[in-house]
């Protein structure tokens, strides 16, 4: 084929295959266009998740018509001239393509004013066609990009987009991110007409993190202060209370929000100093001059590389420890001068807290001519039951022929280590784990409430008043009905505050916040929420935290109603998340092992 050059229409839109990747990324960069235009007030309004509109509306300082029809040419920017500036960028955007990319993809109509011209402008841009109107308008100053039905004209990107719930989620994510470094500026976002988000200016840093993250981190928050040289690493960190994901940790550079490796690595090494599982909430601003940082990276600019990465990590997991460990502790704990070795691992994806932990490591003996294998696990795990229900599912690996589930009463022999009740069967030995049993019983009772549409409540005497935080409020917004299903009687009661005033049975003496704040890090790490996937998320919450812990004394009699119960239940095997609840060891195995066999 001979070489011929491409069109403008085509080479904006590969370019925005890489600027523009879902709807959050829209949002994301005319976010970033408002800041940098100045603007005090910001407000996101979205159809679908954004996948049928969304608008993004600033005061900021808007643009002449002659800017604006610039504006939405491919590498039109204000915000640089020559490569000098490139690397003392102060401003979120630098490269010049996000509004032509977008508009390349999408039915794009921008309305600007920058105050000073006698009438505002407004360009509609048609990306079928590649033409452009320029009208004359009226509006104040400011500007308001709308964006429809994003990847119209590319089906095959369009295919790509996530459930509307999954994307509004995303857009959650960015607007209270964004929020976080400027806690002088409003923003807000409506989603299908509902405001889910309300953040009105803040008075300080600590202010915002508590709006975004929620009240309930207050106590917790300490600051987060280290400088190495020009580095300087500051912001906040919650001491003593953790999280099931890394959710609520927000790392920026320069006011830029990063996904960076050397940020993420320093912050684990930190929190891995302590004996606390899960996550602290950490929000970092890394201040350095901007010719140590390179920003230009990566198209989607949320990348970044450092001159000196080995400064940055000892700041960041200095400040970082330093904020966990509490004042008292602080003092002595690294120095410059001592970096430890940086060993990055490679960035996995995150275990999601509820849906899939890791499997039981069972001990497997090593198969020896004196040895037999007491242990074959791959056959004592079905598949959990939402793996065995969907449609689409892939055929477990390796999957054996199920395992026979024999007399599963048995004989009770007792307990083991306070955590695993033994049974004499017809097979041989048998070892059920009483906190996975239980989680399969409840979660069966509660499924089956929600599908029988019988909630089972308990009014409590005070209602709750769980503060969610603006990024959480509106992902608990989205379960209220599925809550409601199983027994919850809860309500937006002001702001981000949910009023609760009865629970399921199973929750009355538990933690609430605990099983609102683990179904929220499920919710936000799972892809596709199917609404069959949000009921179980709600019941596997809600199981794993009533059931019976492992180190509790159980009764003979409690001991045989959970065994009865299970073996009532629809998958005695495999707790909801996919772990084994029962481990066989075959008596011919044991009779081999002794050699009598
Ligand atoms: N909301 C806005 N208010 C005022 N001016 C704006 C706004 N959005 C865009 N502009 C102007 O349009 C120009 C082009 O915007 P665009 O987002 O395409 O590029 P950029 O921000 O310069 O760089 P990047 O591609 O990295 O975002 C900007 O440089 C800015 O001058
Ligand atoms: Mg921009």
Not at 99 to 123: H, K, N, Q, Y
Not at 128 to 135: E, I
Not at 246 to 261: E, M
Not at 502 to 510: D, K
Request: glycine content about 6%; overall charge negative; some cysteine.
């Amino acid at each position: 084929m001979p070489i011929h050059l491409l069109p403008t229409e085509l080479i904006n839109q590969i370019a925005a295959g890489e600027v523009v990747e879902r709807p959050a990324s829209v949002v994301k960069e005319l976010i970033e266009n408002a800041i940098d235009a100045g603007a005090t007030t910001i407000d996101v309004l979205l159809e679908n998740g954004g996948k049928q509109k969304i608008e993004v509306r600033d005061d900021g300082w808007g643009m002449s018509r002659a800017d604006a029809v610039l504006a939405i040419e491919r590498h039109a920017t204000s915000k640089i001239r020559d490569f000098d500036d490139l690397t003392r960028v102060r401003t979120l955007g630098f490269r010049g393509e996000a509004l032509p990319s977008i508009a390349s993809v999408s039915r794009f109509l921008l309305t600007t004013s920058d105050g000073a011209s006698a009438e505002a402008t407004e360009i509609e841009c048609d990306p079928l066609t590649g033409t452009r109107a320029v009208r004359p308008a009226a509006r104040d100053r400011g500007t308001t990009i709308v964006v429809r039905e994003l990847f119209e004209n590319v089906p095959a990107r369009r295919k790509f987009l996530r459930s509307s719930d999954a994307e509004f989620r995303s857009i959650v994510t960015v607007v209270s991110s964004y929020a976080l470094p400027f806690p002088s500026r409003a923003f807000r976002l409506e989603h299908n007409g509902r405001v889910v988000l309300d953040l009105p200016p803040a008075a300080s840093d600590r202010d915002r993190v508590i709006q975004v993250i929620g009240a309930d981190i207050e106590p917790s928050l300490t600051a987060i202060e280290a400088a190495i040289g020009d580095v300087s690493a500051h912001g906040f960190a919650t001491r003593g209370l953790r999280f099931g994901s890394r959710r609520n940790q927000y790392f920026f550079v320069n006011g830029r929000l990063v996904k960076d490796r050397v940020l993420t690595h320093a912050a684990s090494r930190a929190a891995d100093a302590f004996d606390d599982d899960g996550h602290p909430a950490i929000v970092l601003f890394l201040e350095l001059p901007p010719a140590q940082v390179d920003v230009n990276v990566h198209p989607a600019k949320t990348e970044v590389r450092f001159r000196d990465s080995s400064h940055v990590h000892v700041a960041v997991e200095q400040g970082i420890r330093r904020a966990l460990a509490g004042a008292e502790e602080g003092g002595a704990l690294l120095t410059s001068s001592d970096p430890q070795p940086m060993q990055i691992r490679s960035a996995g994806p995150e275990q999601p807290y509820l849906l899939a932990p890791q499997p039981l490591a069972l001990p497997v003996p090593p198969s020896t001519a004196q040895f037999t294998p007491l242990f074959r696990r791959q056959a004592m795990v079905q598949p959990p039951l939402a793996t065995a229900l969907a449609t689409d599912a892939a055929p477990l690996a390796d999957a054996e022929a199920p395992p026979d589930l024999g007399d599963l009463r048995g004989r009770i022999i007792g307990q083991y280590r306070m955590s695993y009740i033994l049974l004499d069967t017809p097979g041989g030995l048998r070892l059920v784990d009483q906190h996975v049993a239980h989680e399969r019983v409840l979660f069966d009772r509660c499924f089956a409430r929600i599908e029988k549409h019988e909630p089972a409540s308990q009014q409590l005497l005070t209602p709750i008043l769980y503060d969610a935080g603006a990024a959480e409020s509106a992902v608990l917004e989205s379960h209220v009905e599925e809550l409601r299903a199983v027994g919850f009687d809860i309500e937006r009661f002001s702001g981000n505050a949910f009023a609760i005033a009865a629970l399921p049975p199973e929750l009355v003496r538990g933690d609430v916040g605990n099983f609102l704040r683990k179904l929220i890090d499920a919710s936000i790490d799972e892809k596709s929420p199917h609404l069959y996937r949000v009921r179980e998320k709600v019941c596997a919450s809600l199981a794993c935290q009533a059931a019976i812990k492992v180190h509790r004394t159980l009764g003979g009699e409690e001991m045989a109603r959970l065994v009865a119960e299970l073996l009532d239940s629809s998958n005695p095997f495999a707790c909801p998340h996919g772990r084994p609840i029962i481990v066989d060891i075959k008596h011919i195995d044991i009779e081999r092992h002794f050699h009598r066999k």
